[in-house]
């Protein structure tokens, strides 16, 4: 299955958050959409490498309407050198509901400082009302590493949500508790978006069995109609679709 078709972005609006492919997913889906707003409700790190174009505007929909080249990135403005800022959710809402069905939006709505796992803060994740999907992501890599601030966003969320203490080893199942858990991965849904896991970093028959140990346990405490893996640096990313 294809990318875009695995997590149903085409002609959405695609939020992605956790950790471990964020970024990674947005630029993915980006080269898979016929037209493709890339843009974030949080800071987001330059990707002018990624898309047609990137273009600072606070007149989003203008910018989406004289676009002549695809994906276009867009941005609320720059902060620094190492940083573009995001949109404010009501602001996607109301440049969303304008657009043709064609177009599809996919928005980074957390931060996760490129480590392989997170719990969200009491102010993440940014996610507009008009959202159709949320992607709560995760790496396999973290199965079996320590539950640390080298490999963990906001460690002490996710030992609140698992019962983990400081320096355990995670295991699947914690990956899948936290991802499944509405103070995790499925925070702040909107009440008529779908969500649609992903586990990326699934380089390895190794890693594989681990992500589909996640995917079989976050279907054990979710409804959620499938879990993607993905190695999402390949060109043929979708490793496979888990379904219940």
């Excluded at 994906?71 to 602001?91: F, H, K, Q, W």
């Excluded at 480590?115 to 999907?133: H, S």
């Excluded at 992501?137 to 609140?160: F, T, Y």
Aim: with cysteine; net charge negative.
């Amino acid at each position: 299955m294809e990318l875009s078709e695995a997590l149903n972005a085409r002609g959405n609006v695609t939020c992605v958050v956790g950790a471990g492919g964020k970024k990674s997913t947005l630029y993915a889906l980006g080269d898979v959409l016929e037209r493709a707003v890339v843009t974030a409700t949080v800071r987001i790190p330059p990707f002018e490498d990624q898309v047609a174009d990137v273009v600072v505007s606070d007149a989003p929909l203008e910018a989406i309407r004289s676009a002549e080249s695809w994906p276009l990135g867009l941005v609320a403005g720059r902060e620094g050198s190492d940083r573009y800022l995001g949109y404010d959710p009501a602001t996607v809402d109301e440049f969303v509901d304008e657009l043709d069905p064609e177009t599809s939006v996919v928005v980074k709505a957390d931060g996760a400082r490129t480590r392989w796992f997170k719990a969200p803060d009491d102010d993440e994740p940014q996610l507009p009302a008009a959202t159709d999907v949320v992607v709560p992501i995760a790496s396999a890599k973290i199965v079996g590493e320590r539950l640390d601030e080298e490999h963990v966003h906001r460690p002490e969320r996710v030992a609140a949500i698992t019962d983990l203490e400081p320096g355990d080893r995670i295991s699947a199942t914690d990956v899948a508790t936290v991802v499944a858990s509405e103070r995790g991965g499925c925070k702040d849904v909107p009440e008529d978006a779908t969500v649609i896991p992903l586990v990326n970093m699934v380089d390895t028959p190794e890693l594989e069995t681990a992500a589909r140990e996640i995917a079989t346990a976050i279907h054990d405490r979710r409804t959620v109609p499938r879990v993607v893996l993905t190695r999402l640096l390949e060109d043929d990313p979708v490793v496979d679709v888990v379904s219940p």
